[in-house]
């Protein structure tokens, strides 16, 4: 059996610069300088604000070096002192995040990925000019509401066709589309050709990501010539579900798992040639270790 990987899987620059960032903030190794400064001088106790990655794998591995996760509601219930550091992760946060710690005087570790701090910039701007914004994305994802905050709480967030079939704007005012930056880029060019269709004054800036886009390009060749495919990524995190999406619809003998052990050896029976792909938030070592089982079968 041949087992092709794509070029493009795994954790993206946003996802592996927070994850280095908080290891090296961890790191027993005294060989690790890098950040011994920092170390240091960080205020303890330190949480991370969510899930790092949606990924519980790695959620575990940073929790075990005693980081623990915490949710807005605590942090906005803490009392002073409760709390010394809080980790931000690639997704980014609203406004409102920023002035808690201030007025709590936390500390933070800030590692939003710089695209993404690039849209909730936009639609800040946007919306103070007066656009009706469209912000296509999942609603309960951490990115789309930090950007729908940076956007005063005025987008409206668009994740499926009916939501956007609904769409009723005022047809005088201008309307600015942007997206997520893991979108799927066949479901923007969807939105974007109903919105253009119905209103006269419409703008998009396409803030997908290069590397989502490389990514979901790459799937597309590799679900079109493999007989079988594998994506493997948590079922919370929405761009591994869309990958795995967008590979089922080339080619219908496609899997989803998050883990080796998830592998049904009996599914690649008949598979002559498998691609495999991941998700921005699947570690390194889960994808080495699924290759190296597709390998033995
Ligand atoms: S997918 Fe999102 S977090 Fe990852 S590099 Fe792109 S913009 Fe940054």
Not at 40 to 63: A, C, T, W, Y
Not at 273 to 294: C, F, N, Y
């Amino acid at each position: 059996m041949q087992i092709n990987l794509s070029q493009f899987a795994g954790f993206c620059d946003g996802v592996r610069r927070a994850f280095e960032t908080v290891s090296r903030l961890v790191t027993e190794d005294p060989q690790a300088d890098t950040f011994e400064y920092q170390r240091k001088k960080m205020k303890k106790p330190v949480f991370v604000l969510g899930s790092l990655v949606h990924n519980q794998d790695v959620v575990n591995r940073i929790e075990e070096k005693s980081i623990k996760k915490i949710s807005l509601e605590k942090l906005e219930n803490s009392k002073p002192g409760e709390i010394g550091t809080i980790i931000i992760t690639a997704h980014g946060i609203g406004p409102r995040v920023y002035e808690i710690a201030k007025a709590k005087g936390i500390d933070l570790i800030d590692t939003t990925c710089p695209k993404v701090i690039k849209v909730q910039r936009l639609a800040r701007s946007f919306v103070k000019k007066g656009y009706n914004l469209i912000l296509v994305g999942d609603k309960d994802h951490k990115e789309v509401k930090s950007i729908y905050e940076w956007g005063g709480g005025k987008a409206l967030v668009i994740s499926s066709e009916e939501e956007l079939q609904a769409v009723n704007f005022d047809p005088t005012q201008k309307i600015i589309i942007l997206s997520q930056t893991t979108q799927s880029q066949d479901f923007l060019k969807l939105v974007y050709d109903y919105i253009k269709k119905k209103y006269k004054d419409v703008e998009i800036i396409d803030t997908i990501c290069m590397e989502t886009r490389q990514r979901q390009d790459e799937l597309k060749k590799l679900a079109e010539r493999s007989d079988a495919m594998v994506i493997i990524g948590s079922t919370e995190s929405a761009n591994s579900t869309r990958l795995y999406e967008i590979s089922k619809k080339i080619n219908p003998k496609s899997v989803f798992v998050s883990r080796v052990g998830e592998l049904d050896d009996e599914f690649f029976a008949d598979a002559k040639k498998v691609g495999v792909t991941a998700g921005a938030s699947t570690p390194e070592w889960i994808i080495s270790e699924v290759i190296e089982h597709l390998s033995k079968i």
